[in-house]
């Protein structure tokens, strides 16, 4: 099983309780009420992503496919994420990665089992937007 070592930012005025660093992959995840409640197009989890900002930071975006699969624990059942995350409902969160058959459709991640799929980008799914950290 995969230990998440996690860095609650204390950088400058960073909320430590909106976001999660995955010192492994170094990858800033949200982690805010909104990824609980927040179920949106595809199109329109590109925009929340790219208008987020916490703190000093501020090019969020969709995470990939891979990157998505790095927080799945497959120990864990609903949900099946690593430790750490405060908001992580058994819900589809969307990915940027399309589908090779139709790039009409994008893979997500079911944290319920930590199974994917592909949906169609109108279909509405959760966001959980990340960024890389150097």
Known sequence: MKTLLLSLLLLGSLNAKDVI???STNLLWQDAAENK???ITYKESQEYCAKLVIAEYSD?????LQELQSIIDYNN???AIINGFNYAPNETY??????????AFLWNINFTK???STSAKYYDRHIR??????
């Open 94 to 103: 969307w990915s940027s990665t399309p589908s090779a058959k139709d790039n």
């Open 77 to 79: 059942y609903k949900p």
């Open 21 to 23: 660093l995955d010192t």
């Open 60 to 64: 969020f975006r969709i995470p990939t």
């Open 37 to 39: 409640s927040l179920s």
């Open 129 to 134: 937007c990340v960024q890389k950290v150097k």
């Open 114 to 116: 930590g199974h994917s």
